[in-house]
Structure formats: C-alpha cells, structure tokens
C-alpha cells in the first residue's frame, strides 16, 4: 500500500519485509530495551503478521500481530523512527495489521494491544478503547 504524503514520495507500507537486523534497527530507534539477533529472529517467525514501512528504500518502521486467526488477535511492536513520527508511518502500519486481521478473525474476535503511556488517542482512532486492565486496549468486532 503507498500513499502519497505532503512533501515526500510516499508512503509504502507491506506485509512482511522484517529482518532481525530490521527489528533492531527500528527497535534501537525508538529506544526499546535491546534485543538479541536470535530474539529477534523468533519474534518475527512467531508472529502471524509482519509489517514493514519504508521511505524510500529504508526501513523506517513496522508492526506485527500474535494469536488465533479466529478468536484474538494482539498487535504488538508497532514503531516508527522518531524522525518520521507525525506523517501518517505509523497509521499506516496499524490500519494495513488491521486489513490482514480482520479478513481472517470471526467478526466476535477480540483485538488487543498494550498501549505505550500517552499512546492511547493514537489507537482509540482506530476502534480500540481501554480496557481495566491498566494500558491493555481491546477492539471487539467491527460492523
Ligand atoms: C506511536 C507511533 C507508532 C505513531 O506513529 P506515527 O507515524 O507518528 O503516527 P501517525 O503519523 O500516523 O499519527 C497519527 C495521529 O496520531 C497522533 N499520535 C501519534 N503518536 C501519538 C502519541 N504518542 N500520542 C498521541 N497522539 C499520537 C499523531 O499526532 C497523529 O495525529 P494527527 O493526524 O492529528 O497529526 C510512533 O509515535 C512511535 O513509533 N512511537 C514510539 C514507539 C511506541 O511507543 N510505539 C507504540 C507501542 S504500543
């Protein structure tokens, strides 16, 4: 999926696309507790779905989605370098998991994500709402 963005090429956002050199790179970016090239590794093969953001041909950002294909589903590691914050990466991402989750889970499954502090107005414009457990935010299905 690309799209075109006030005062850059574009947008491009895909389905899979992830190295662990890649998840380090973006992980290190944003100054999430460093990871193993082996840690790495597995959490990109456990994952359901992988997404990746590029500018140009540089890896700037990406996300990824655990669970059933049918009852849940939990997004996790959605990150885009700092650099590039506020122009539409990290929307990107999020709807493009929600695409690839949404045509395989039941219309009842559950969606959830642990909020980053201060992050929550970022994914409540996308259908998720916070739960009682503190920072978890759940999305039930969608009309
Ligand atoms: C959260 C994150 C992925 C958003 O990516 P982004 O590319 O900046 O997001 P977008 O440009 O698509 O922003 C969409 C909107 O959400 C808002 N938004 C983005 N991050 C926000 C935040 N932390 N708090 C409040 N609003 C936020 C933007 O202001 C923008 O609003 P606008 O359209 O009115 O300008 C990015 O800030 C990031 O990588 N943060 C560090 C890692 C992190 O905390 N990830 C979340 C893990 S749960």
């Known amino acids: 999926m690309a799209t075109a963005i006030e005062g850059r090429t574009s947008i491009n956002v895909k389905a899979g696309g992830l190295t662990p050199e890649g998840y380090q790179l973006v992980a290190d970016g944003v100054g999430w507790e460093s990871r193993t090239t082996k840690q790495a590794r597995d959490l990109i093969i456990n994952a359901r779905h992988v997404v990746t953001a590029w500018d140009q041909e540089s890896l700037v950002g990406m996300g990824r989605a655990s669970g059933t294909g049918a009852h849940y589903a939990h997004l996790s590691d959605i990150a885009v370098l700092p650099h ?33 502090p201060g992050t929550e107005p970022f994914y409540e414009r996308f259908g998720f709402s916070p739960s009682a457990t503190p920072f978890l935010m759940t999305r039930r299905g969608q009309e």
């Open 84 to 116: 590039l914050h506020g122009l539409g990466f990290g929307s990107a991402i999020l709807q493009h998991l929600l695409n690839l989750v949404d045509r395989e889970v039941r219309d009842d499954a559950t969606v959830t994500l642990h909020a980053t």
